[in-house]
């Protein structure tokens, strides 16, 4: 993980660990967890939004494009490449 970034956003402080580009873990915001930066959106929404059977486009729109379609993408590449990271190789028997 990158280390904390600290910005002033409307006067207030924000701080966060940058995880891409448009996915960050802030401090105090959401518990924690994983939200698209700027916002109080956590992936897992959308995520289980698109386990669903929703398009990225009508997540979009549905976020009133407070969250970029590339910001979506960027999630699932998140989310895809932990867990081929985590996830144990088996040996050929």
Do not use: W
């Not at 518990?31 to 059977?53: M, N, Q, S």
């Not at 549905?62 to 969250?67: M, P, S, T």
């Amino acid at each position: 993980m990158k280390g904390l970034i600290t910005e002033t956003i409307g006067g207030e402080s924000y701080q966060y660990y940058p995880l891409g580009n448009h996915i960050v873990q802030a401090v105090g915001v959401c518990g924690g967890c994983p939200t698209f930066k700027y916002t109080r959106i956590e992936i897992t929404g959308t995520l289980e939004r698109l386990a669903a059977g929703e398009n990225i486009d009508n997540i979009v729109r549905g976020y009133r494009n407070r969250v970029p379609h590339e910001a979506v993408v960027e999630a699932i590449m998140l989310v895809t490449s932990h867990f081929m990271e985590t996830v144990p190789r088996l040996e050929a028997a």
